[in-house]
């Protein structure tokens, strides 16, 4: 049974960091790309950050390049978002994903389409 499970949400003030994690069970090679996503209430759901699980690259929506680095542990089988310099439009709900996707990381970014499994998402609250 293929398991995410999401943590390390809270509220910080703007400027500061946090470090979310998606500690993974069940998954096999064949979802070879791990992402986060973040969603705000009346919204679509943003891509946020993607690694190839066997490759380990990455890449970035540009809201957060320079800012976020998405990596993983795979002796713990987790993967990490650590968010620095956070901005209050950096509010929301975030959502670890595993999905499948077989072309080089790069724009277009891989659509939401490719990703069947989701944590149950991490409050991110940014104030001013």
């Known amino acids: 049974q293929v398991q995410l499970v999401d943590s390390g949400g809270g509220s910080v003030q703007a400027g500061g960091s946090l470090r979310l994690s998606c500690a993974t069970s069940?998954?096999?090679?064949?979802?070879?790309?791990m992402a986060w996503f973040r969603q705000v209430p009346g919204k679509e759901r943003e891509a946020v950050a993607f690694?190839?699980?066997?490759?380990?690259?990455?890449y970035y929506a540009d809201s957060v390049k320079g800012r976020f680095t998405i990596s993983q542990d795979n002796a713990k089988n987790t993967v990490y978002l650590q968010m620095n310099n956070l901005k209050p439009e950096d509010t929301a709900m975030y959502y670890c994903?595993?999905?499948?996707?077989?072309?080089?990381?790069?724009?277009?970014?891989?659509?939401?389409?490719?990703?069947?499994?989701w944590g149950q998402g991490t409050q991110v609250t940014v104030s001013s």
């Open positions: 994903a595993a999905g499948r996707y077989y072309a080089v990381l790069g724009p277009p970014p891989p659509p939401l389409s490719a990703f069947d499994a």
């Open positions: 069940g998954l096999t090679s064949s979802r070879n790309c």
């Open positions: 690694i190839a699980t066997g490759s380990s690259s990455t």
